[in-house]
């Protein structure tokens, strides 16, 4: 995959958090103190997290791979 479309993708990954951040701002269990233990939507947020963590990692790769070549030119 190139540079671009991970980024691509990190973008449409953190919209959708974007939107299940605004939902978990509405939802009375957010209210809660231990509420975002029991929400599912701040699970998914999680889990968006973690991917677009990996993402952004393979892309900071890829860029530095770019780096090297261009050195070795």
Known sequence: MSIDELQEQVE????????LEEVCDTLDLC?????????????????????????EEKIESLMGEDDEDEEEE
């Open 12 to 19: 449409k990954l953190k919209d959708e958090m974007d939107v």
């Open 31 to 55: 209210k809660e103190d231990d509420g975002c233990d029991k929400c599912e939507n701040y699970k998914k947020i999680e889990k968006l997290n973690l991917k677009i963590g990996e993402l």
